[in-house]
């Protein structure tokens, strides 16, 4: 990406140092075109300062994708919302959305969030060797959602236990599908599983240790 600056000074060399002390750069890291020359005029009088333009490569931060991605993104929507960026190094970005009326960015159990999150997941990565991590919430959506989730899987498990037959959940994304087999990873007694394609691949709460019941169909963990 390629960002320029213009600069003035008394001279060409002026104006250009002027631009590089603006830039933090050397003048071998930048490319100048000559806008305006300098002339003296006569005993002072009439003279015109020299204007250049600076040019440099620039690359563009996770970040700062997002945040432009993002801004123009709602920006179309007519959204007030605004993304608050959070740069967490090797665990990725953390984006918070600040607005009035998220309502219609979060959507029916998080599905234009996720939407949103994915989205500006490939943007980012777009083009890069590496991977870096999107999260993306608002009105701390998924805290509540990932809490609700939790509680669902311990009253499940809890019928799972009483009357020894497998309960079948329903239909949720990747991320909710983890969160329920986390929850009840460490129980005794209980295993998950999930089975089905998406977008309806659902959780499997059963007895372990021989108690499930034998015509619980069978699927994979994610």
């Known amino acids: 990406m390629l960002k320029s600056i213009e600069a003035v000074g008394k001279t060409e060399d002026e104006a250009i140092a002027s ?25 002072g009088l009439g003279s015109t300062p020299a204007k250049v333009l600076v040019s440099y490569e620039y690359t563009e931060t996770a ?11 709602f920006e179309k929507l007519g959204s007030d919302a605004v993304p608050e960026i959070e740069d967490r190094g090797e665990e990725g970005l953390y984006i918070n959305l600040i607005g009035s ?10 599905e234009t969030l996720d939407a949103i999150q ?6 980012i ?22 809490e609700a989730l939790k509680n669902l899987a311990f009253k499940v498990a809890a019928k799972v236990e009483k009357y020894h037959r497998s309960m079948t959940l329903e239909p949720m994304n ?12 460490d ?11 998406e977008p309806n691949r659902r959780v499997v709460i059963a007895c372990s240790k021989g108690r499930q019941s034998p015509y619980s169909p069978r699927g994979e963990r994610d």
């Open 63 to 73: 970040a700062e994708k997002a945040e432009q991605f993002l801004k123009g993104l």
């Open 187 to 197: 129980r005794e007694g209980i295993s998950t599983y999930s089975t089905g394609s």
């Open 19 to 43: 631009a590089l002390a603006q830039l933090g750069k050397k003048r071998e890291d930048v490319s100048v075109e000559i806008l305006v020359r300098s002339k003296s005029g006569f005993l």
């Open 101 to 110: 009326s998220l309502g219609a960015l979060i959507g029916r159990r998080g």
């Open 174 to 185: 990747s991320y909710e599908r983890h969160v329920i087999h986390t929850a009840l990873q």
């Open 125 to 146: 990565n777009r083009g890069s060797s590496g991977r870096i991590h999107v999260s993306i919430d608002a009105e701390n959506y998924r805290f509540k959602r990932e």
């Open 118 to 123: 994915h989205i500006t997941g490939y943007v």
